[in-house]
């Protein structure tokens, strides 16, 4: 029975991976940062299948330590300061998480064992202000935030050391996937809750920076079998997954108030407040590899995608008895 440790179990990435590793046999090692806060409300229906322990990028020996004690045959590193607008504001942060832990963890694994399998979660926001449409592998990197900036480190630092090395590490590339567990901060969830929110008469209003920027938006449940996949490959390669279609944040709005019947224009309001200081204005993959390669492709499409994220928030909400 092999053993995977997630970075970042507790998150949208590693709660969906940690259910799709315990299908496959595995046992699951979480690694969590020390909280007086417990924030396992993505993980609390598995929490008695998989191992948590502590740990936290910042700290060498606890990664260290980690892997000497578990012995993992795979790690998957998902944490980071992942919300793109907190990283200008926390610039510095964003650098020590989502760059140099990247080399802390890879560095432990050298030490510790080199045989390792590491997936690294590197991001489409690395691509930034594009140089070409759509986006594959060898396109150059231009990103266009603090956080693009620190995961093109991780990227290329964990290429650095497969090259060096001889490391079985690779990274995945990830357009924008998103579902019902995504955080409350980002647009898409932001768009659903609110949604709902104005359904039931809890809120009248939705407040959005740009309407027209354009992602690439897949289901996240999905896009962690083409994580494990990349570690089961006979050669390490570097992996763009994404579904090839683009939407703005405009037609993500317009459909998720059409599922409920209403229309986004008398609810949605535009708000400088929420304008980042640089734009990305266009992503959309270019997947044939995975698709050639892994044999991998998305079944959700964006309307389903949609329409799952509305109907989930619109039971939750409902259950909590219209509670805000």
């Not at 896009?223 to 494990?228: E, K, R």
Request: glycine share 8%; with cysteine; proline share 3%.
């Amino acid at each position: 029975m092999p053993t995977a440790l997630i970075t970042g179990i507790t998150g949208q990435d590693g709660s969906y991976l940690a259910e799709f590793l315990l299908s496959k046999g595995y046992d699951v090692v979480g690694m969590v940062r020390r909280s007086s806060t417990v924030t396992y409300e993505r993980i609390l229906h598995i929490q008695n299948d998989i191992t948590i322990v502590q740990g936290d990028l910042h700290d060498q020996s606890s990664l260290v330590s980690s892997l000497e004690e578990y012995e993992p045959d795979e790690v998957y590193n998902l944490a980071a300061q992942s919300f793109v607008a907190t990283s200008w504001s926390q610039a510095v942060l964003t650098g020590e998480v989502t760059a140099l832990g990247v080399t802390r963890l890879l560095e432990a694994i050298r030490s510790v064992n080199p045989k390792i399998r590491f997936y690294q979660a590197s991001s489409s926001e690395m691509f930034g202000k594009a140089v070409e449409v759509p986006q594959k592998e060898t396109t150059p990197f231009y990103p266009r935030s603090p956080y693009g900036v620190a995961k093109v480190y991780g990227h290329w630092i964990t290429v650095n050391y497969r090259e060096s090395y001889d490391m079985f590490a690779v990274s995945g590339i990830l357009f924008n996937h998103e579902s019902p567990r995504r955080g409350l901060e980002f647009v898409t969830r932001k768009i659903s809750d609110a949604v709902a929110r104005i359904k039931l008469g809890l809120a009248k209003e939705l407040h959005l920076g740009t309407l027209e920027a354009r992602r690439d938006w897949g289901f996240a449940g999905e896009y962690v079998q083409a994580m494990w996949m990349m570690l089961q490959q006979d050669e390490a390669h570097d992996f763009v997954v994404g579904t090839g279609e683009t939407h703005s944040v405009r037609e993500f709005a317009e459909y998720a108030f059409g599922c409920v019947g209403l229309n986004y224009q008398d609810y949605v309001v535009q708000d400088s407040r929420f304008l980042r200081p640089s734009e990305v204005d266009l992503l959309v993959s270019d997947p044939s590899k995975a698709r050639q390669m892994l044999k991998w492709s998305p079944k959700v499409n964006f309307q389903g995608l949609v329409e799952m994220m509305v109907e989930a928030d619109l039971q939750r909400l409902s259950a909590n008895g219209k509670q805000t």
